[in-house]
């Protein structure tokens, strides 16, 4: 499994995603991918994470956006040398599809927002790679 990271103002942000064949109807074309992501303060400040917004791509041309507070119904603080995982899915109408998008970081000493970039990361079903 690939690992995609960027960094931005001190925030390491890493993605890993993985098809969930068991949750999947390729013949009513529903792909569904789990990806975990790891949020890690490499900065010197306290960061809250308030909002998220995604660009979903389908292999097909379809481009989806989902916004909203938190990531899974959570907005966590993170200390500076701490990190924040969350498994969370999406699914796709084909077989392959991107994701990308950033998370809406509140600094905490200053009160400074911050966008922290989500790398673009890739859902490919195995059975594509063959």
Request: glycine share 8%; proline share 5%; with cysteine.
């Amino acid at each position: 499994m690939a690992i995609t990271t960027t960094i931005t103002d001190g925030v390491k942000i890493s993605v890993e995603t993985q098809y969930q064949p068991e949750y999947s109807n390729p013949a009513s074309e529903h792909y569904m991918f789990a990806y975990k992501i790891n949020i890690e303060n490499l900065g010197d400040y306290t960061v809250q994470l308030m909002r998220r917004h995604w660009d979903i791509f389908d292999s097909n041309g379809t481009r989806r956006e989902v916004e909203g507070e938190g990531v899974v119904g959570l907005q966590p603080v993170i200390e500076p040398g701490e990190s924040h995982e969350y498994i969370s899915g999406c699914n796709l109408k084909t077989d392959m599809g991107s994701m990308k998008g950033e998370y809406q970081m509140l600094r905490l000493i200053d009160n400074t927002m911050f966008d922290a970039n989500i790398p673009e990361f890739y859902l490919i079903a195995p059975f594509k790679l063959n």
